[in-house]
């Protein structure tokens, strides 16, 4: 494979710096630097923006020339389950109350994995929501309603 | 007599009813997280952060702590029956530990480890006793400056003894160091990176982000594994060591139990990398090197001291400095700042039960480990029966409510998720995310020393290195550092932390 002449791993954490370092020296353009004798806010985020820069180029210099070095392919199922499911979750929680959040957040966790069987997770989700209702809201008071009515 | 007083003074504390129930839940829970592989006392310490609000300090703290020490007690448990480490710190017990068991001598081997990790946590709890106030005499001389620079050895320290490549996790801690700037700057009250965003007005909670990186991103990267299947390989019997095994333990125990001590301490110590450090003492020492890996009692015995020994001095710079060892004890500067208590050397004086009753707690809390695993073993044992793919949802499913319940807004859930996949990329590039919580943690402390020294200095940064002490802890990084460069230090690093 021609792809794996860099240090890919290297190459995407230095880019990846590189890219936090930008964002930040753009973001805090408007904030005043100040002086070191008598810091503004902006001096502290724009300093370490800087080193981060300096390491980003250097990592990303290094993947350049060193290698070859692969990253192991990206699966998706298991970042789409697990995030899909967070997301969800964030999504229901506040209009949906805990007991929809939670089952749903099981059932789309679950898809994540291969191995998952159907009505196991059904019965597992149902139990778990009873649990996590019981446990975090009768005996730790979280302040969520359990329904969405 | 002050050391006794202040033990009295812990002990009083702890023997409390509701400390001891909450010490007894953190080392349960710490148990259970230690026996199941793929879930640490890190992501496990997160989540149960928002809901030690309502406690009092001491009963937090207390609950946390036993989180942490339970969890090397459960993950030796493991390692002995089913040659998987429940925690990175019980990888070596793995090597003589499940040998052991192979040879039908599981019971001993269990034994030996809970009681080396007992005596370990003992005498461990007296050198805490011991060591916490002189230092924290020194450090209440601190000025602006020192406390400038004894952050700065904390963070590198913590990052050339720690796992993984020096650059990279330097370069993380610098990025937890941005992060932690986010929010309101509290000098000016001028909303740094918030992008308009009013939840990020105080800051990154790092509770999301420590659950994200530790807890969701390594779920996301065991499921791309294959499942590995779990067989206790052995049926329980006699459980009392026998007397040749004692003796043959107790030197191990020893060593282990000093070595363990004194690695906890410095930054970056913690339990993993002593196990590892006394695995290879006892192997050294031995008069016949090659029983080792074979089932060596002493293989079992110094590791376990060691690491038992470790997570709990590595307390010591959190509690009389205010700075972390470890990830994990960034966690605990957290939940003392959700108390409203602000972490540093004055904390040993303005709050003396607090300090001394979790040391304290730490002696109760071995006990009762001593009790819940031994007798108890075969229950912790059937929870490895409890299968990968209906154990990760609800691991999910509780980082987001616990997440979710630490201000009560759906903004931090969201922010986890994105913590989540940034932490999958870091384990993609091979990048510790462990570094990036100290920088993230001790972020806003750096940033209002250094100011604050700057200002006295009239923004000459030499005063950093004129004033002694803080020349001193400069000189040792640079000294760290230098060392680091040459390739002698680095290929014996390489070597300790691989072995």
Known sequence: MTRRRFDWPDLAFGAFLIAVAAGTLVATRGLNGGTAADMGPGYMPRAIALILLAFGLFFAGRGLLRGPVGIEPVQLRPILGVGVAVGVFALLIENAGLALASFAAILIAAAASRESRFFEVIVFGLAVTAGAVLLFIKALALPVSIWPW | ???????????????????????????????????????????????????????????????????????????????????????????????????????????????????????????????????????????????????????????????????????????????????????????SGVARMTFG???????????????????????IANLERPAVRQVVSQKLRDLIPSRADLKAAFPAMLRGTFIGSALGVLPGGGAALPPFTAYALEKKLAKDPSRFGKGAIEGVAGPEAANNAGAQTSFIPLLTLGIPAN?????????????????????????????????????????????????????????????????????????????????????????????????????????????????????????????????????????????????????????????????????????????
């Open chain 2, 1 to 187: 007599m002050e050391l006794f007083d202040n033990l009295l003074l812990g002990l009083s504390t702890a023997l409390q009813w509701n400390n001891l129930f909450y010490c007894l839940i953190g080392v349960v829970i710490g148990t259970a997280i230690g026996v199941l592989p793929g879930i640490g006392p890190i992501p496990t310490v997160a989540l149960l952060l928002p809901f030690t609000f309502g406690l009092a300090p001491a009963s937090a703290l207390i609950m946390l702590a036993g989180i942490f020490y339970g969890a090397q007690y459960g993950g030796s448990t493991t390692a002995i029956l089913v040659n998987v480490p429940g925690e990175t710190s019980s990888v070596v017990t793995c090597l003589d530990g499940h040998e052991m068991a192979k040879q039908g001598r599981a019971g001993p081997a269990l034994a030996i480890a809970a009681i080396s990790s007992f005596f370990a946590g003992t005498v461990a709890t007296v050198v805490i006793a011991v060591l916490s106030l002189p230092l924290a005499a020194l450090a209440l001389k601190f000025t602006a400056v020192e406390y400038f620079s004894l952050l700065v050895l904390g963070l590198f320290a913590a990052v050339i003894l720690a796992h993984g490549s020096v650059s990279k996790s330097l370069a993380m801690v610098f990025l937890g160091l941005l992060i932690g700037t986010v929010g309101i700057d509290v000098n």
């Open chain 2, 197 to 219: 965003v009013p939840a990020l007005a105080d800051g990154l909670d790092f509770v999301p982000v420590a659950m994200g990186l530790f807890g969701l991103a390594e779920i």
């Open chain 2, 327 to 499: 990830a994990l004890m960034a966690l605990m500067i957290g939940a003392l700042m959700m108390q409203g208590i602000q972490p540093g050397p004055q904390v040993m004086t303005e709050q003396p039960e607090l300090v001394w009753g979790v040391i304290a707690s730490m002696w109760t809390g071995n006990l009762m480990l001593l009790i819940i695993n031994l007798p108890l073993v075969g229950l912790w044992v059937s929870m490895l029966k409890i299968p990968y793919r209906l154990l990760f949802p609800a691991i999910v499913l509780f980082c987001c409510i616990g997440t979710y319940g630490i201000s009560n807004s759906a903004f931090n859930v969201w922010l986890m998720l994105g913590c989540a996949v940034v932490g999958y990329f870091f384990i993609k590039v091979g990048v510790e995310p462990a570094p990036l919580l100290l920088g993230l943690v001790l972020g806003p402390q750096l940033e209002e020393n250094f100011r604050r020294a700057m200002q006295l200095s009239d923004g000459d940064p030499s005063v950093f290195v004129t004033r002694p002490i803080s020349a001193l802890l400069l000189a040792i990084v640079a000294i760290m550092l230098l060392a680091m460069l040459s390739p002698a230090v680095l290929k014996t690093r390489k070597r300790a932390l691989a072995e």
